[in-house]
């Protein structure tokens, strides 16, 4: 069996409690040691309850408003336990376990790896939060091991990103076997026992308003679970994988939430996202087509190009998609210490402004220089 510690903290969905009801199981070290008439705290916004834990260890608060931003917390023989920040749900309720160190609790030898699957848990998710002309993606992947050894796949995991991909970062959080490279995100077996995390981050442009991901896993998905932003009255969802969807608030703004069936190992998942922000594509067509026009015009009365200035723009287009890059990757580490609880919500709010006004500059000069060579591209996406 997983290590419980493994899921201390990790909210669970489920529709055997009444809504907005949220119970706290508080265990030492195995699930059957609970932990009895000890106090639980829940942070809901700027108010704490405390309650105490039942015979079986649960402490349940009931009527917690929809959307509100709660965590759990528990002090055990001087332990310091707390949850994830999670959303009050408006249907069901959550489960969790906070999960004490047992002290007689013996370290066992590290087991040798055994050859074996791993796969992707139903408590992964993909999420888009869409921006000006671009959407920022998220995969936050939960792994597991069900076995008690650590597991060595017959395969890498390993898996490429969507081609225009921009800025493809992994995020704190991610398992230090990790890594990516040239949109590639790899991990290094073998995978202990219980849940290995995989966070990563990246852009995908959206100049005409809509965008289409096709990703495959190198691991089977228990579950599909896709959340996207709504950012107006046009935004929509659309999958022929996801089997129902629905909208609901939260602080930030409207979210859609869309759910599937389980998706085998190396099956794209297909998701198209409209209606995002954008601007129209008609000036850059005049302005395109008055270059043409310009163009031919200097070849017909026999000028000659001025490779300098070629070079020149070349140089600063590259330096343009480097600070491109830098901004957005600014942006995904803004944006997960606001998860984690990091980030001053004052500052968080005028720092991302700031981002995304850079980002837009830089996205409308890339706009205004058209002529830029290919090499010049790849070497501008590469640094």
């Keep these: 069996m997983p290590d419980p510690k493994q899921m201390s903290g990790i909210p669970r969905p489920v529709d055997d409690l009444p809504n907005g009801s949220i119970s706290v199981r508080l265990i030492r070290g195995q699930l059957s040691n609970n932990i009895t008439n000890h106090p639980v705290q829940l942070r809901v916004g700027d108010k ?9 260890g649960r402490a349940q608060f009931d009527k917690i408003e929809a959307g509100a931003t709660v965590r759990a917390l528990a002090d055990v023989d001087g332990e310091h336990l707390e ?4 959303a009050a749900p408006p249907r069901g309720g959550i489960r969790l376990m906070l999960v004490a160190t047992d002290p007689n609790k013996k370290a066992s030898p590290q087991a040798a790896p055994v050859e074996g699957e791993v796969k992707i848990t139903n408590e992964s998710r993909i999420v888009m939060e869409p921006g000006d002309e671009a959407v920022t993606v998220y995969y936050l992947l939960e792994i597991s091991n069900p076995s008690s050894a650590p597991v060595q796949p017959k395969s890498v995991f390993m898996f490429d990103v969507p081609k225009d991909a921009l800025g493809t970062t992994l995020m704190q959080g991610s398992t230090p076997q990790a890594s990516t490279q040239s949109g590639r995100v790899r991990i290094e077996g073998p995978f202990a026992p ?6 990563v981050g990246f852009e995908i442009p959206a100049r005409s308003g809509d965008i289409t991901i096709s990703q ?8 599909l679970a896709v959340v ?7 935004t929509t969802l659309s999958s022929p994988q996801i089997a129902r969807q629905q909208e609901f608030p939260v602080a930030e703004g409207t979210y859609i939430a869309g759910t599937g069936a389980a998706i085998p190992a190396g099956q794209p998942i297909n998701l198209d996202v409209s209606g995002l922000p954008h601007h129209s594509a008609v000036p850059s ?17 026999g000028t000659r190009p001025d490779h300098e200035e070629q070079n020149a ?28 609880g990091r980030a001053d919500e004052r500052k968080y709010a005028a720092r991302r402004e700031e981002l995304l006004a850079a980002l837009e500059n830089v996205y409308g000069a890339l706009d205004g220089d058209e002529s830029s060579p290919d090499p010049a591209d790849r070497a501008g996406v590469a640094a």
């Design 216 to 223: 495959k896993f190198p691991a089977p998905l228990e579950h």
């Design 285 to 301: 067509s005049i302005a395109l087509a008055l270059s043409v026009v310009i163009v031919a015009g200097g070849m017909l009365m």
């Design 194 to 199: 219980g849940a290995t995390s995989l966070q």
């Design 313 to 340: 723009r070349a140089a600063e287009r590259k330096r343009l998609i480097g600070r491109r890059d830098k901004l957005f990757n600014d942006l995904v580490r803004l944006e997960n210490d606001l998860r984690g």
């Design 48 to 56: 704490t309850l405390t309650v105490k834990t039942d015979d079986g």
């Design 228 to 234: 996207v932003k709504k950012v107006n009255d046009t």
């Design 83 to 86: 949850s994830q920040d999670f």
